[in-house]
């Protein structure tokens, strides 16, 4: 299980860099071929770990339109907290 669990943690690494960016066709693609990879080779996952990713695989977004509209909502809701002081 530990080995699932590290390349369930390898995925959701790939997933989170470079998370916003200017929309790419291939970054989707490789996404995506992470996640089916992630399926194909842990069938042991239990029930809410892999619905969770094939809710990832199928609600990725498929064109630019999508991809921009989803970032601009998650970040329009956003507030800037003040700068963080240093002693």
Same mark, same amino acid.
Request: charged share 25%.
């Given at each position: &299980?530990?080995? $699932? /669990? *590290? ?23 490789? !996404? ?5 990879? +992630? +399926? ?11 619905? &969770?990713?094939? *809710?990832? +695989? !199928? *609600? +990725? $977004? &498929? ?9 601009? *909502?998650?970040? /329009?809701? &956003? ?9």
């Amino acid at each position: &299980m530990a080995s $699932a /669990s *590290n390349h369930a943690h390898q995925v959701e690494r790939h997933w989170s860099i470079g998370l916003v960016g200017p929309y790419s066709e291939d970054r989707q693609f490789q !996404r995506a071929t992470a996640i089916k990879r +992630l +399926l194909e080779t842990n069938p042991q996952l239990d029930e809410l770990t892999r619905g &969770m990713w094939e *809710n990832k +695989l !199928r *609600n +990725l $977004a &498929m064109n630019e339109t999508t991809y921009n509209y989803r970032v601009r *909502n998650i970040y /329009s809701n &956003m507030k800037r907290k003040g700068l963080i002081e240093y002693e």
